[in-house]
């Protein structure tokens, strides 16, 4: 087990970044394992929570959690494990095929149409860029889409900091000058808009950096931005990288839109784009997770400020550092919020214990209260 989870926590992990604080993983006991840590870190246990660092013993392992696969394939079932911790053993030897679950991985079209026609009675990790779909399906029943309150990250890095974006006043012109109530109504009303890169303090020692033009009129912060681009000497183009779905269609028709207000040409591109959409839930809730995100890139300053709260020896100094990180990834205006991420499923009324939550969990062995 031990050489397990030091393989999990290896740098091929995309939580590496995270775990830089753990030291030595030691065995105490046949039943006991010590993780040693160089710096302290109040939230590692939420992190060893992430299915990013659960246990398998290889590609053909049928699992180590509390359902097994029974039938692997494309379309893979699950049947809960046996539990020796409950009373009567041979009892549960015996599963209900209820308590069976299969997954399917399909797109989001086909995956509501299975809902729609009783194929399925639950449909897990939509996204925005799914979210109009739901529209277009009138036999949902009444009830069934659920939003989850998630927390995390969604807005643009500025990818290629050249030309105009070389910058930080322009780079945040472009975030001033975004219309948030459009952009994000056109895909959902009522979805809440974002100005600033950390949702609360969480474990920083101040409260959440704002920009400078928070407090403008959207009409005030589009004729500053205006004369920028008017100010450039050559036509401003960029390009915008997302996702595919008519939910990011929307929304890229808005970004266009609010950029051709102050004289930019927003195309849709790929890998070089100079804005790349991040769409992420935090895994925890640390400032450091936000700002070490939204650095994708970022400039020295920023970056040695976010290294700076990772080496932080002490809680207080680490939330000094944090603190210090958000403030200079502000002022660099790497990033662009424009909301907190939009998660959604389809729940049927089979599933009773179906849970809304910030992370968007739903582990298939709690959806019903009756197998709990």
Sequence with gaps: MVRLLRRRVAAANPLFPFLSAVDEIVVMTPQVIEIRLSKPRPDLLKLFAQPELGLWRSARSRGSGPLRIVAPGPSPLFRPAFDPGIADPEDQREVDRDEEVRLVGERAARAIARFSTGGADLVSGGTFADWPLLAAAPDLPRGAPRLDPAVGLFGLAIARRDGFLADPSNRAALSAAIDRSAVLGAVMPGWEAADRILPEALDSAAPPQVPEWSLLTLD?????????????????????????????????????????????????????????????????????????????????????????????????????????????????????????????????????????????????????????
């Design 220 to 372: 005030q912060r589009r004729t500053a931005a205006r004369a920028r681009v008017a100010a450039w000497p050559d036509p401003v183009r960029l390009r915008v990288a997302l996702p595919s779905g008519p939910g990011a269609t929307l929304l890229f028709a808005q970004l266009a839109a609010s950029m051709a207000s102050i004289g930019i040409v927003l195309e849709r591109g790929g890998a070089d784009a100079d804005l790349i959409l991040i769409d992420r839930v935090a895994p925890y809730d640390s400032g450091r997770w936000y700002i070490a995100t939204a650095c994708a890139p970022c400039g020295d300053v920023a970056t040695e400020a976010i290294v700076a709260a990772r080496e932080a020896p002490t809680l207080p100094l680490r939330a000094e550092r944090i603190a210090a990180a958000d403030a200079a990834l502000n002022a660099d205006a790497a990033f662009i919020p424009l909301a907190r991420p939009l998660r959604w499923s389809l729940v049927s009324p089979r599933a009773t214990a179906w849970r809304a939550n910030p992370r968007a969990w739903h582990p298939l062995n709690h959806l019903r209260a009756d197998t709990n």
